[in-house]
Nanobody
Framework: QVQLQESGPGLVNVSQTLSLTCTVS??????????WSWIRQPPGKGLEWIAY???????NYSPSLKSRTSISRDTSKNHFALELRAVTPEDTDMYYC????????????WGEGTQVAVSS
């Protein structure tokens, strides 16, 4: 079965970099035409897409976060990662990884999410 698992710190200080890793099992992040994304959800609000990385390594970013965001992958480990730089308390959210489809912004598979708080 396909599983995605987020990992990273639960707390990060303001101005620092948040680094998260998504471990994918049961499927390949290099599988033809697939997209793999990071998404977050503020408390009591809807989902906000952050970025994706495609099967071929190409990337795309939310315009509102592009200047602070990097998405990357390690194909040898079947991982993909998120870096969000210069964090503020407004970045306190639940962070998810998802993907596995051949269309952007559609997610066959989700991790359970990881709660991240930014300390002021």
């Amino acid at each position: 079965q396909v599983q995605l698992q987020e990992s990273g710190p639960g707390l990060v200080n303001v101005s620092q970099t948040l680094s998260l890793t998504c471990t994918v099992s049961g499927d390949s992040i290099e599988k033809d035409y697939t997209y793999w994304s990071w998404i977050r959800q503020p408390p009591g609000k809807g989902l906000e897409w952050i970025a994706y990385i495609k099967y071929d390594g190409s990337t795309n970013y939310s315009p509102s976060l592009k200047s602070r965001t990097s998405i990357s992958r390690d194909t040898s480990k079947n991982h993909f990662a998120l870096e969000l730089r210069a964090v503020t308390p407004e970045d306190t959210d639940m962070y998810y990884c998802g993907g596995g489809t051949t269309r952007a912004y559609e997610y066959n598979y989700w991790g359970e999410g990881t709660q991240v708080a930014v300390s002021s």
